[in-house]
């Protein structure tokens, strides 16, 4: 009986001593692996560190170079501007040149008046004649005669007095304040030449009008005189 327990806590030692060394080399095992991790785990934060380094060192000179070339572009701007200037500042020598050229036309060629209504100036080989003047604005003066047109040259008869307001109109002298030296027949059985002035005989004019159709006179051309003809 001795013998068979002694053998039984030779054998119950023996297990001990078995699962003892087998907690030890899993617990020297499990320790490895929590290093190994650990080292693997400083490698990966080793790496981005780097990695973020050299990343913000390359935004950096990013940056740099931009802000150059910005300066770079400035600079070129700047120097396109100055080379510029010179020619800028002969324009408006031109543009005055020009203005005074397009007013010189003007004069030699139409003017106009308050209403928009362009007024053409021109000169006559009338040594009598200042100037002659076309007035785009001219009306029609309404007229009360029915039937087929008569021109007449006689106080009181409706064409005669529609000539009258006609001249006034295109010299624009108050009837108060106009002589008619002569209203005579154009030659062609539709028009008529007057020559008027002021009272004052400061205004001397010889009015061209013409008869249209189913409407009335009209004032075609004004000549300015300088004197009132003889005859």
Excluded at 48 to 63: A, H, P, R, T
Excluded at 142 to 157: D, N, Y
Excluded at 165 to 183: F, G, H, K, M, Q
Excluded at 219 to 228: D, F, R, S, T, W
Aim: hydrophobic residues 30%.
């Amino acid at each position: 009986m001795e013998c068979s327990n002694g053998r039984r806590n030779g054998m119950a030692k023996e297990g001990q001593e078995i699962t003892s060394r087998k907690m030890k080399r899993h617990s020297d095992s499990k320790r490895k692996m929590n290093r190994i991790l650990n080292i693997l785990i400083a490698i990966v934060f080793a790496l981005i560190v780097i990695n973020l380094y050299f990343i913000v060192k390359d935004d950096g000179k990013n940056e740099t170079a931009k802000e150059e070339e910005t300066v770079e572009e400035t600079k070129d701007t700047e120097s396109e501007k100055e080379a510029r200037t010179p020619k800028e500042d002969n324009e408006p020598s031109k543009l005055e040149e020009n203005k005074e050229q397009d007013n010189v036309q003007k004069d030699h060629s139409s003017i106009e008046d308050k209403n928009n209504a362009e007024i053409i100036v021109s000169t006559s080989t009338d040594a009598n004649v200042e100037k002659v003047i076309v007035n785009n604005n001219w009306q029609v003066t309404p007229t009360r005669q029915t039937g087929e047109h008569i021109s007449a040259f006689e106080e009181g008869h409706v064409d005669y007095e529609e000539k009258l307001v006609t001249i006034r109109n295109a010299v624009e002298l108050p009837e108060d304040d106009i002589i008619y030296w002569s209203v005579r027949n154009d030659g062609t059985g539709k028009g008529a030449i007057s020559v008027v002035s002021s009272k004052d005989q400061s205004k001397k004019y010889r009015v061209h009008i013409k008869w249209i159709d189913n409407s009335g006179w009209i004032p075609i051309k004004v000549e300015v005189l300088k004197e009132i003809p003889k005859n």
